[in-house]
């Protein structure tokens, strides 16, 4: 079964958001599991390898890694907001 980690921003990110908002993000992440590829990618230069879940009004930008079959949620944030650099989000700790 497909796993799914949360950074430790992620989860931070998603304590600060209003409870109905973060059941609906909790509740479209469970999807991944039998749909990891449901989302659409990232389309940004240096973000190929990233997808993005959408739960408005906010987003959660991940990728699965189908070798250890982990989806890596690396943080979730407002859709209006800029998405941190890709050398930021490669850092982050699970």
Known sequence: MIQILLSDLAVEQLSEMPPKAGR???????????????????????????????ARPYRAIYRYLEETQEIRVYCILHVRRALPAPEFLTHQIF
Do not use: G, W
């Open 24 to 54: 609906k993000m909790l509740d479209a992440m469970r999807q991944l599991r039998t749909f990891p590829h449901s989302a659409p990618p990232v389309v940004l230069e240096n973000y190929e390898s990233y997808r993005q879940l959408i």
